[in-house]
């Protein structure tokens, strides 16, 4: 006699567990945190160590004493939140706002909505906006890149890449005459300008990325809606009139892009489930990150625009909701 045993799900098992994939893509962002310390030296140190204690510190105090459930501060997640967290300040941000924006990032956008799994919006890039629109005067003063330096003090800050665009098109000058102030793009690539702490380094991010695809760690939709859409939009307003809008590659080795693309758009929690629902949202971010760079009044809009397709992740998925095993598909 056959015997079926009936279980709750999930049916399928894998090796894989949160821990193994968070601290996998911990180790895929190896890459962009050397060049980082040796671009930024011990401040980009500090800041990233800061943000990672602190946001281990706080998920660990929430769940202990407010929520007063199991303590999970050592899944990786809380150490994703920070390093991404520190990936996307200046290394020159005092370090009791870093604290700040870890508080923001684990109490205010993941354990108000009870913890890993649950939460709408991406944490660390609600703690970078929360510091932008709190401390915007140190949130925009990026040092500028030199060789691994062990001084805190003293950091020559400058405009990164995309302000300088930003801020010479609003007072008049052309393109053409802004370009040649700004490093050459092998330089762009490597890391070798003024930005967030991990962001500089489009080449170590693809890196990375390319590891976490072998993995499986994410797919290629979201990265390749999200950078196809913003390199296809900024090359049309580049072929419009490329005397006012750099050209489109331009856009994709400055500023967070790789960074949003790779690591802050595809988070499994905050993004869609089905592959034409990940499209749709990776071409919205694209959209709007052009929109807010172009026309906004930020030089960079990949934070805000993650954020504001965080939002529509629930009807992207109402929308694009996968046929139903068994599910009659109607003809006509």
Request: hydrophobic letters at 50%; glycine letters at 10%; proline letters at 6%.
């Amino acid at each position: 006699m056959n015997i079926l045993t009936v279980s709750g799900s999930p049916h399928v098992y894998t090796e894989e567990s949160v821990s193994k994939i968070m601290y996998g893509v911990v180790l895929s962002l190896i890459p962009a945190a050397l060049v980082s310390f040796y671009f930024f030296g011990l401040a980009a140190i500090m800041v990233t160590i800061t943000a990672v204690a602190s946001c281990m510190f706080f998920e660990y105090i929430i769940q202990r004493y407010l929520i007063k459930g199991p303590v999970t501060i050592f899944d990786g997640s809380a150490v994703i939140t920070g390093v991404l967290l520190a990936f996307i300040v200046p290394a020159n941000l005092p370090l009791w706002m870093v604290v700040i924006g870890s508080l923001v990032s684990i109490g205010m956008a993941k354990m108000t909505f009870g913890g890993l799994g649950k939460n709408v919006f991406n944490p660390a890039l609600v703690g970078r906006v929360f510091l932008m629109i709190s401390f915007p005067v140190e949130m925009n003063m990026y040092p500028k890149p030199t060789s691994f330096s062990t001084q805190l003090t003293d950091i020559v800050t400058g405009p990164t890449p995309l302000a300088m665009v930003k801020e010479g098109v609003a007072q008049g000058e052309k393109v053409s005459d802004i370009l040649p102030e700004i490093p050459e793009y092998a330089n762009l690539l490597m890391g070798n300008m003024g930005g967030s702490v991990g962001e500089i380094s489009a080449i170590a991010i693809i890196l990375g990325g390319i590891y976490m695809l072998i993995k499986k760690y994410i797919t290629w939709e979201i990265p390749a809606a999200y950078i196809g859409s913003v390199f296809v939009l900024a090359g049309i307003l580049w072929l419009i009139d490329p005397t006012y809008y750099v050209d489109p590659f331009f856009h994709l080795i400055t500023g967070g892009l790789m960074l949003g693309a790779i690591y802050m758009a595809t988070d499994m929690v905050t993004s869609p489930m089905s592959r034409w629902g990940m499209i749709v949202y990776g071409i919205g971010c694209g959209f709007l990150t052009i929109v807010i760079r172009v026309f906004g009044a930020y030089p960079e809009g990949v934070a805000f625009a993650i954020l504001i397709m965080n939002a529509f992740v629930p009807l992207i998925n109402r929308g694009f909701k996968p046929k139903r095993f068994g599910e009659e598909v109607k003809n006509g």
